[in-house]
């Protein structure tokens, strides 16, 4: 089976700008999550969808959204960038067989 | 809120040596333990896994058993090889929520 994927693996902005982030699961697994990572505050959960329902979400601003599509692939959007948003965003789909999260490469956005 | 603690790195090891990485978590409920390994430039991928109480979970001559009266699931190796060079997450999963709580890493040097 062909593993999480994401697109695009690197992206550089500038403040103020919106960026939109893409993840295509595992086939059969339904459930993506998104997290964030960065050196200061580590890997941090940003929200889960399942079946093209927000199920959670973390405690990150309104400005972080997302969506999923009914073939299960998934976008989320960073709308009015901050510096701080530089990070490694990280798509994960879980298993229905075993509640396991497995991981993409990530995409690294960078905020000038 | 749940959480997760590991042991500052980087941990340096010659080759052969015996590696142990202390993870200690604090939860409600019966989480799932996860260890998850970074290469330089990539993604999570899951090292290992254990869903309940005296489970050890074991993968490519890593080994972590979860120990509910400690609270820990420390994650060891009887010989590291200058491959297993990485960064190392100690994470749980509220079941519930089915979110990802990781610590904050721990970086392991090997060296020849």
């Known amino acids: 089976k062909a593993g999480v994927t994401q697109t695009p693996r690197y992206l550089i902005k500038t403040r103020g700008q919106q960026v939109t982030l893409s993840c295509s699961p595992i086939s059969g697994h339904r459930s993506v999550s998104w997290y964030q990572q960065t050196p200061g505050q580590g890997l941090q959960f940003l929200f889960e969808y399942f079946s093209e329902t927000q199920r959670n979400k973390g405690n990150f601003p309104g400005r972080f959204s997302g969506r999923q599509f009914s073939n299960s692939r998934s976008e989320m959007n960073v709308s009015t960038l901050e510096l701080g948003d530089s990070a490694l965003y990280l798509c994960a789909s879980r298993s229905p067989s075993t509640d396991t999260q497995y991981f993409g490469p990530g995409t690294r956005l960078t905020v000038l | 809120g749940d959480s997760v603690t590991q042991m500052e790195g980087p941990v340096t090891l010659s080759e052969e040596a015996f590696l142990t990485i202390n993870c200690t978590y604090t939860a409600t409920g019966y989480p799932s333990l996860f260890w998850y390994v970074q290469y330089p430039g990539e993604g999570l991928q899951l090292l290992l896994k254990?869903?309940?109480?005296?489970d050890k979970g074991s993968n490519k001559g890593f080994e972590a058993t979860y120990r509910k009266e400690t609270t820990s699931f420390h994650l060891e190796k009887g010989s590291v090889q200058v491959s297993d060079s990485a960064v190392y997450f100690c994470?749980?999963?509220?079941?519930?929520?089915?979110?990802?709580?990781f610590g904050s890493g721990t970086r392991l040097q090997v060296q020849p």
């Open positions: 994470a749980l999963m509220d079941t519930g929520r089915r979110a990802l709580t």
């Open positions: 254990a869903t309940k109480a005296d």
